[in-house]
């Protein structure tokens, strides 16, 4: 669908139909010119074969070209899929225990590791990304980057921990986006918030800046992948922590990896069954206008990641077209110049 930012200009199509009744006027005085020669059919035969046809032709693409440059007037705007000028992607895995289960071969944890690397291969070098991996508690392993190489070791650099604070994650994750938010980490690194993010209160105690909330997933500049085989057993709500990113705008997409089944480990002499929460990462994807996926295998984890590089570095937006109205209307009036040039030795 296709709207107009200046509107009132389209008014001016209406000069199009008063052209053609100018045009067929001049036909008809052009006609009734010819008619004192004695003998009409040298008239025709001096035209030349298929002339009928052809000196309509170059009128007709000046008249389309004035109705696109008209419609250029207007600033016309349509809905467009089009890249990202500027992207960061967070990745946020689980490095709980549990991914050392081997329901997913060769473990969860390993083929979380070779999807997400193969991810890096296929987006666009000018996105950033940056890690957060989390288990009782979240961490940075890797800033925003563009250097894959880097985003790589930090992802060979993995170690598993226990528990499984799903909701430190994704806090982390929007404090990295947004570094000077005065987001508050004490209860996801237990670290004090960081002093750069934080404004002046009274001059004795530190606060957030002024936030308002936007709509859920209108922020395009940046998107989270949350990735975790497991239910959250500490640290913040994940749903709470969802809510957050939703008055944010940013995207948490949720990936669960492994059987929906579960599967029972082994670790330091003690054995538990983890089974995975599908209904807490639905509802984190719905919250911020994302997509839930489901990675019951290796290759099913991988065509998510292939799934995922496509739709994040592209954006639907409304754009204006003018200048793709402008341009068709200046090469079809160069198209009827060159027509009326090669056919009758003159421009129209």
Do not use: C
């Not at 170690?159 to 430190?168: D, N, V």
């Not at 237990?190 to 004795?204: H, I, K, T, V, Y």
Request: hydrophobic share 50%; aromatic share 8%; proline share 5%.
């Amino acid at each position: 669908m296709m709207n107009f930012l200046w509107p009132s200009l389209l008014w001016t199509l209406l000069l199009l139909p008063l052209l053609v009744l100018l045009y067929l006027w001049l036909l008809r005085r052009r006609k009734q010119a010819v008619l004192p020669y004695a003998d009409l059919g040298l008239v025709k035969q001096a035209l030349g074969r298929g002339s009928a046809w052809k000196r309509h032709v170059p009128p007709l693409l000046l008249l389309v070209s004035l109705a696109a440059l008209l419609l250029a007037s207007a600033r016309p705007t349509a809905v467009m899929t089009l890249p990202l000028a500027e992207q960061t992607i967070i990745l946020a895995m689980d490095v709980s225990g549990s991914m050392r289960a081997a329901d997913v071969q060769p473990t969860r944890l390993a083929a979380a590791q070779n999807a997400a690397k193969a991810f890096l291969t296929d987006l666009p070098r000018d996105v950033r990304v940056g890690v957060v991996a989390f288990a009782g508690t979240a961490a940075v392993v890797q800033a925003p980057t563009f250097s894959r190489e880097d985003v790589v070791a930090a992802i060979d650099r993995f170690q598993l921990q226990r528990a499984t604070a799903i909701g430190s994650g994704i806090v982390l994750s929007l404090a990295t986006i947004f570094p000077d938010a005065g987001i508050d980490l004490s209860q996801v690194t237990g670290q004090r918030p960081m002093p750069q993010a934080l404004g002046e209160n009274n001059g004795n105690e530190a606060k957030p800046r002024d936030f308002k909330p936007v709509e859920p997933g209108s922020y395009a500049s940046a998107a989270v992948i949350l990735l975790t085989d497991g239910q959250r057993t500490t640290g913040p709500d994940p749903v709470e922590s969802a809510r957050m990113a939703a008055e944010r705008g940013v995207r948490v997409y949720t990936v669960g990896i492994g059987t929906k089944e579960g599967d029972t480990i082994g670790f330091e002499g003690w054995s538990m069954r983890v089974r995975l929460d599908e209904e807490t990462l639905k509802t984190i994807a719905d919250l911020t206008r994302a997509e839930y996926f489901y990675a019951g295998t290796a290759a099913d984890l991988k065509k998510v990641y292939e799934t995922l590089s496509s739709r994040l570095v592209m954006e639907k937006k409304e754009t204006e077209i003018t200048a793709l109205f402008a341009a068709l209307g200046a090469a079809l009036a160069l198209a009827a110049a060159a027509l009326s040039l090669w056919w009758f030795g003159r421009v129209m």
